[in-house]
Nanobody, 124 residues
């Protein structure tokens, strides 16, 4: 199973980017997918999580990105997107995707089976 991220790049403050994460090598749907980010010297931070609940999908966002970032998942639940608007310099980081076939703990690294290598986002 591989997770491949794309969509990173360099943008100016206030700009937008849309990250994609595609799961390959596994035809089963991922019940939970998430985006994390990390800057050198700091711990990896959970940015956004989407997980499927009995009543439908639910999402989690870390406070600094609430209202600016949106995580979504495709119908077959093997691709996740992160729409990032109103970007700030403090959003600069390596963004990586994670997926869990069954469950996960939103906002943490717990429960994730697969991880991508990341895509760099730079905001200046």
């Amino acid at each position: 199973v591989q997770l491949v991220e794309s969509g990173g790049g360099s943008v100016q403050t206030g700009g937008s980017l849309r990250l994609s994460c595609v799961v390959s090598g596994n035809q089963r749907s991922m019940n939970c997918m998430a985006w994390f980010r990390q800057v050198p010297g700091k711990e990896r931070e959970a940015v956004a999580t989407i997980y499927n609940w009995s009543g439908g999908p639910r999402t989690y966002y870390t406070d600094p990105v609430k209202g600016r970032f949106t995580i979504t998942q495709n119908d077959t639940k093997n691709t996740a997107y992160l729409q990032m608007n109103s970007l700030k310099p403090e959003d600069t980081a390596m963004y990586s995707c994670a997926a869990a076939q069954y469950g996960c703990v939103a906002g943490t690294r717990n429960g994730f089976d697969y991880w991508g290598r990341g895509t760099q986002v730079t905001v200046s």
